[in-house]
């Protein structure tokens, strides 16, 4: 069964270190998503990407972060200076259509 | 505004006994997806069910049914005869908008003792 793959499952970084997140959509997939969960919150949305562009993103979503599907295979989620408030288990997902998503099984990005 | 709300931070049970998560949900658009994700210790989000805005069936899978009434912007969730194993906590989403985008509620712990 095709499933999201996201990498590296667990993250370590420096404060002030940019980060890049990984993920690998299904493959005929045309709608790519980045969530964002801090520990023990609920999970929350930070951009969507269709069509090789954002369209939408939320407030969380600033300057510091940045997508790009770089080649055919490829979602990654770029965070450009860490902050500790940015540990949180990251999440990829996508979907054929825009109404259901299939998660990755997330990445955990700690910030030292 | 769109919104979606567990009003249950947790519950906790005895295994066998029977458990109703609850899910409100708010949203002006007229076509809607509803769903229900389960993320075990592990981590991931395992989806269970989604549900659009046309169909108030409500469905049984298993142990697990739903209960989809619009006029209360209701989707709660029963497992019947609980187990362990479904030790977990569970969140409730709504999609709307053209972007596929998911609005999750703030989730429910759902223990289950042996």
């Known amino acids: 069964e095709p499933e999201v793959t996201q990498t590296p499952s667990h993250q370590v970084t420096q404060m002030g270190q940019e980060v890049i997140l990984r993920c690998v959509p299904i493959?005929?997939?045309?709608?790519f998503y980045w969530y964002r969960q801090i520990l023990g919150q609920k999970v929350e949305f930070l951009v969507s990407?269709?069509?090789?562009?954002?369209?939408?993103k939320s407030e969380i979503f600033d300057d510091q972060f940045s997508v790009e599907r770089p080649d055919g295979s490829n979602f990654t989620l770029k965070i450009r200076s860490t902050k500790l408030e940015d540990s949180a288990m990251y999440f990829c997902a996508s979907s054929e259509f825009n109404t259901e998503a299939f998660f990755g099984q997330g990445t955990r990005l700690t910030v030292v | 505004a769109q919104k979606v709300t567990q009003a249950q931070t947790e519950i906790s049970v005895v295994e066998k006994e029977d458990v109703t998560l609850d899910c409100v949900y708010e949203t002006r658009d007229t076509t809607y997806y509803l769903f229900w994700y389960k993320q075990p210790p592990s981590g991931e989000l395992v989806f269970l069910i989604r549900r659009n805005s046309f169909d108030e069936q409500n469905e049984i899978s298993g142990r697990y049914s739903w209960n989809f009434q619009k006029s209360t912007s209701s989707f709660n969730f029963t497992i019947t005869a609980s187990q362990v194993v479904d030790s977990a906590v569970y969140f409730c989403a709504l999609l709307s908008g053209n972007t596929g985008k998911l609005i999750f509620g703030q989730g429910t712990t759902l223990q289950v003792k042996p």
């Open positions: 493959s005929n997939h045309l709608y």
């Open positions: 990407f269709y069509n090789n562009e954002i369209s939408e």
